[in-house]
């Protein structure tokens, strides 16, 4: 059995038709023949099938409040227990605070609004923006996800313009919103390599979803760097130091010591065998931020 797949499923695209659950499975678009979540806790949710089983999901198109699995009468719909945060609902967090990309299909048995008629249809990439519990219309508690659909194709390099409104002529903003979206497989595994513990100050963020940490790509990606996106090209970094290192606030010298925007020493860089470091790379970001 191949390994879960986050993303697109080649050759399906987005509304893509499936008569029932059997096929979805076969075409790698939701594996599971029943459960309404495709995931592993430890590895994160890769596909959610949305098709009205739960009297607490709501579903506004671009923007779907799914809630977690158990606790539910599967004949009525109804919340008859209250919902852990466990299995297929640790799934989905950890691929919120991951922020990986989750495969969305509406049933025809979901809202009528964005329901297909009949049998299944693959909706495209959505990312979990949030989640959170609360006390569901039948009194029990329940998780719930805020889904968003993913803004646009060339996502890496989505740009937003931004024209200021009521301010007359003004020169157009260009704001970059490609960290919150940006996420790669060997992102992952760099920061599976370090334990999600910061290799500048090694911190370890806790969650309940699990560890937190961000994949900080030394030679950025996309225009005008073009940095690979390769583990010799990334970083596990909490966020505080992912921001620092991006906006030039410190900096990894030949040594693999780290300092500040001032030159002063903050401590060596952690490393693991397992992950190679390109040198050359961490002299693309010197060269990238040293104004001298
Ligand atoms: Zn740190």
Redesign the pocket.
Known sequence: MPDRVFGDIPGVPIGAMFNNRQELSVAGVHRPTMAGISGAASEGADSIVVSGGYEDDEDYGDVIIYTGHGGNDPNTGKQIADQELTYGNLALAKSSIDGLPVRVVRGARGDPHYAPASGYRYDGLYFIERYWQQIGRSGHRVWQFRLHRRPSEGDLDSEVDVTPMALGPAPRLTVQVQRLIRNTAAAQVVKQLHDYA?Q??G?RLVTPAGPYAEGAHIQPLGRPHDGPDVSENILC??P??HIRFDDGGLCVLESLDVVDMDGALIGRLRTVPSHRIGHEFLAYHRALITRR
């Open positions: 910061c500048v100050c911190v970094l909490c505080n130091d």
